[in-house]
């Protein structure tokens, strides 16, 4: 059984298609992230799961019963909002407490509910503090623990970190994960971080423009993208367009940009003209000489320290590649505006069409 | 589904009720006046000839430069006073500044015609100041006309310009200031540079209250004025004195003022619609401490002004523990004022409290219930509404009450002469408050809270009473006392509505002073200040965020 189904959703805010096509089936106890920029219907998606919004078209199911029509406040799903949304005109305890009130529990299962909620959140002795009193970070703790509380088929969580400051942002993920996989309740999670999203998801669905562009584990969002978008909304990448020339034999096509010429492999590519070459900059080697075939020549802009590694900024052909270099000691770092020369071992090389955007070699799947 | 239905259908029958409010009790009264204007007195026929009239005569027109006159002069002089209080409360230390704030607050909130008429005991034909200073050989001027309109507008219109001054000055970043220094700007540099840009929105904005305030106020220039005529007395003389006829030229009057209203309001509107600069207050501004000759002057300039403006309010209560003898003051002190209060006119005291409480709640509920639809209905009709809402705010008592006697007394609503049309101008002037300030606190009550409700498991309905109306009761309350201040002190409308049986307080100090009973006036006075300042330490207390509560409320 799914936790959640969505099937053939869309919604359109006037001439603004919010959410097109949208097919989605959540795993019980899955924790699952809406990736994208703003703008891109993530959080749209996530507000008609709730019930806040309705959806023009599809259907959507939480644990097998179809909630098109059932009310947000029947839905017993429960949401983290980004702003918090502690009730600032009552005590933590009432807070947490809300929920279960409405759902009439006897007074000391409420009690000891919320005293569980609190301790998972570590808020233990709060109970009586006003929302005023508490810093964003605990004020987000306890809009966890009241969500919590009622023990929802599925958490919602709109980008609920969003408020708070860098560190803190990276301690609550790794509370939000564990006690996500303590309780074992399905997550929705929405975000535009996509290194939060990397970190806490079991897997990722990344949308633009209202559209699903690819769903996947985090490794396969970000060493696997299927198109420009998602490889370069995930992570940095380099990409390059090349201009296709002849066959260079062995199933392989030129492919050249200025002085610099590749060998592609030609399968996928008997349509095109040119070709996007793309690599993440921790991919790249560096090699000495330029004799080595499918190298790229660049001359050194800047350098970024960073500490695990140091991050170049090389001109090729007049674009801005950034290639990594691991472990980096001062000694080895070359004069700017000396020659750069490097390659991309094939495996690491990810081929788009410049037109569609999408994946070449992946061709079978589209 | 049919839930769904049933509470669109409470929300239409609600907008549907505000329309009618505003059709039946402004437009039509209204458009009486408007019809009035263009009907000549003596043929009954319609014709220009009211209009032809007030742009011919002297007479009239007169009143109408005064009227501008007065406004100018009083928001000058406002400005005067306002501009360097607030900068000297906010920017250096003034020993009980908080006190300061207070009473201003209070001279501000007294019935403006307390104020004029206790100039007049003072500085009036045999007022004590001006014998005092006669015994010593030095004759003040008489304090009938504009001179008098003015120093009594000022000194109780003043707090709108320094309050709201105050309440930016109070707001702006630190760090802007210290940019410019860091930039290298010397202080007065920083001042025209930063501080007075950030503020001028302000400034301007409580300048055209004080206009707007100083052109529709009735009681001072009726009390002080003598024959020097501004544009609602000429109004309210016109009409009393054309009352057996049609009230044409009354109705021309009241048009005109009523243009002069609207022009400063949409001014104000305009400028209010303006980029204001918000500030995340990351830095509050550095409160100085002054010394020695500086500090002295500070505080001198802040208590002179203060006091000053609270001097009137002083010698009403001093007055009325006053022995009298009729309309003469003897030595000593009695409570015979008061005395007489409660045992000739005790009537005029209950209708005071009772007018105004039954107003206040048809304001809190009808306020509120239409602040919400404004706030959360977003659709054209109730934007529509929400303009329309807009038109109590340019129609000056004076103009409001002659709509009212004009309209409703003959069918097919009759109303003269009763309670209900003294409550209803209560309601229908405070209504468009009411209105924004219940659709403004809607407003800053994050939506996700409701959803939070809901979220949880909680239908809308008791989402509304847990969640909503908590957060809004606040506001809702500080609202309705503010209310009830006005209406308590109403004079301007009531006095053209009254009859013998619906007499309020405003209006019998009216008549006690214009008949030379100042005892008794003075009492009553101080029943209405002692009323008015109870209810602004309830607000300041339980309710406020801060002194600007009472010039936005």
């Known amino acids: 059984m799914h936790a959640i189904r969505i099937i053939g959703v869309e919604k359109n805010f006037g001439e603004v298609k919010a959410l097109s096509n949208i097919h989605l089936e959540i795993e019980k106890g899955e924790f699952f992230t809406l990736l994208g920029p703003s703008g891109c219907g993530k959080t749209t998606l996530l507000r008609t799961i709730a019930g806040f919004c309705r959806q023009d078209k599809g259907d959507i199911y939480i644990e097998n019963e179809l909630i098109n029509d059932v009310p947000a406040y029947q839905r017993n799903t429960a949401m983290v909002f980004q702003n918090y949304a502690v009730f600032p005109h009552m005590t933590v305890f009432d807070n947490v407490a809300y929920g279960l009130r409405v759902r009439k529990l006897p007074k000391e299962v409420i009690a000891q509910k919320v005293k569980t909620a609190l301790r998972s959140v570590h808020l233990e002795g709060f109970e009586q503090r006003t929302p005023d009193k508490l810093s964003g970070g605990q004020q987000q703790r306890v809009g966890l623990a009241r969500a919590m509380a009622i023990e929802p088929r599925v958490l919602l969580f709109d980008e609920p970190l969003s408020n708070l400051d860098a560190k803190l942002r990276i301690e609550m993920r790794e509370e939000i994960k564990a006690v996500q996989k303590s309780l074992g309740i399905t997550s929705i999670y929405v975000t535009h971080d996509q290194e939060e999203a990397l970190v806490i998801s079991d897997r990722i669905a990344v949308m633009n423009q209202g559209r699903i562009q690819q769903i996947g584990k985090p490794w396969e969002i970000y060493r696997d993208p299927l198109n420009t978008f998602v490889a370069n909304f995930v992570g940095k990448i380099n990409m390059l367009t090349l201009k296709l020339g002849p066959s260079a034999g062995l199933g392989y096509r030129e492919a050249s940009l200025g002085n610099i010429t590749l060998h592609v492999p030609a399968h996928g590519t008997e349509q095109l003209d040119s070709i996007i070459v793309a690599f993440r900059p921790e991919d790249v080697v560096e090699v000495r000489s330029t004799d080595r075939r499918n190298t790229i020549t660049g001359s050194l802009r800047t350098v970024s320290f960073m500490g695990s590694v140091a991050r170049f900024e090389v001109d090729v052909e007049g674009q801005i590649l950034t290639i990594d270099r691991h472990r980096p000691r001062e000694t080895d770092i070359p004069p700017i505006h000396s020659q750069v020369v490097f390659s991309v071992p094939p495996e690491s090389v990810l081929l788009f069409d410049p037109v569609s955007g999408k994946r070449l070699g992946k061709g079978d799947r589209s | ?553």
């Open chain 2, 1 to 553: 589904m049919s839930g769904k239905i049933r509470r669109a259908d409470v929300w239409t029958l609600v907008t549907f009720a505000g329309f009618a409010i505003v059709v039946v009790f402004l437009i039509y009264p209204l458009f009486d006046i408007f019809r009035y204007s263009f009907i000549d007195k003596d043929s009954g026929e319609v014709s220009l000839a009211n209009w032809i009239q007030f742009f011919s005569k002297k007479y009239y027109l007169r009143a109408f430069t005064n009227s501008l006159f007065i406004a100018i002069a009083t928001t000058f002089f406002s400005m005067v006073l306002g501009i360097p209080l607030a900068f000297f409360t906010t920017r250096y230390r003034i020993a009980g500044s908080t006190f300061l704030t207070t009473l201003s607050v209070l001279a501000l909130l007294s019935p403006t015609f307390i104020g004029a008429y206790s100039w007049i005991t003072m500085l009036g034909k045999n007022g004590f100041l001006r014998t005092m200073f006669q015994s010593i050989g030095v004759t003040l001027p008489q304090i009938y006309g504009p001179l008098g309109i003015i120093l009594a507008d000022t000194l109780q219109y003043y707090p709108f310009i320094s309050l709201m001054t105050a309440g930016a000055l109070m707001t702006i970043d630190r760090s802007l200031e210290e940019a410019s220094e860091n930039l290298g700007a010397r202080p007065r540099r920083i001042f025209f540079d930063v501080t007075l840009p950030m503020v001028l929105p302000s400034v301007t904005g409580g300048a055209l209250i004080v206009f707007m305030m100083s052109l529709s106020n009735f009681g001072t220039p009726m009390i002080i004025g003598g024959n020097f005529l501004v544009l609602p007395t000429l109004a309210y003389n016109l009409f009393t004195s054309e009352i057996s006829e049609t009230p044409g030229m009354a109705s021309t009057v009241s048009i005109i003022l009523m243009l002069c209203a609207s022009i400063v309001i949409v001014l104000q509107q305009w400028l209010a619609s303006r980029r204001k600069y918000a500030s995340m207050l990351v830095n509050r501004p550095v409160v100085k401490r002054l010394k020695g000759i500086r500090s002295l002057v500070a505080h001198a300039l802040c208590y002179g002004i203060v006091f000053l403006s609270t001097l009137p309010l002083a010698v009403i209560v001093y007055y009325s523990f006053r022995k009298t003898s009729g309309p003469v003051f003897k030595s000593g002190f009695s409570l015979d004022s008061y005395r007489q209060i409660f045992f000739d006119v005790p009537k005029t005291v209950t209708n005071s409290f009772l007018y105004s409480l039954a107003a206040v709640l048809l304001i809190a509920i009808v306020g509120t219930l239409l602040g919400f639809i404004i706030a959360r209905k977003k659709s054209g009709v109730v934007k529509v509404l929400d303009s329309l809402l807009m038109i109590p705010y340019m129609v000056p008592g004076t103009v409001l009450g002659i709509g009212f006697i004009v309209a409703f007394n003959r069918p097919p609503i009759y109303l003269t002469g009763t309670a209900i049309i003294i409550i209803l101008t209560y309601f229908i002037r405070r209504l468009p408050y009411s209105v924004r300030s219940a659709a403004s606190i809607l407003k800053q009550i994050d939506p996700a809270l409701e959803e939070a409700g809901i979220n949880l498991g909680s239908p809308p309905g008791r989402t509304f009473r847990t969640i909503t109306l908590p957060l809004m009761q606040g506001g809702i309350i500080s609202g309705a006392i503010m209310s009830w201040v006005t209406s308590m002190n109403e004079l301007s409308a009531s006095i053209l509505l009254y009859v013998g049986q619906t007499m309020t307080m405003p209006i019998k100090i009216y008549l006690l002073v214009v008949d030379g009973f100042f005892g008794t006036a003075s009492a009553m006075s101080t029943i209405l200040l002692v009323v008015t300042g109870v209810s602004m330490y309830i607000v300041n207390k339980y309710f406020s965020k801060g002194s600007e509560t009472f010039v936005s409320a």
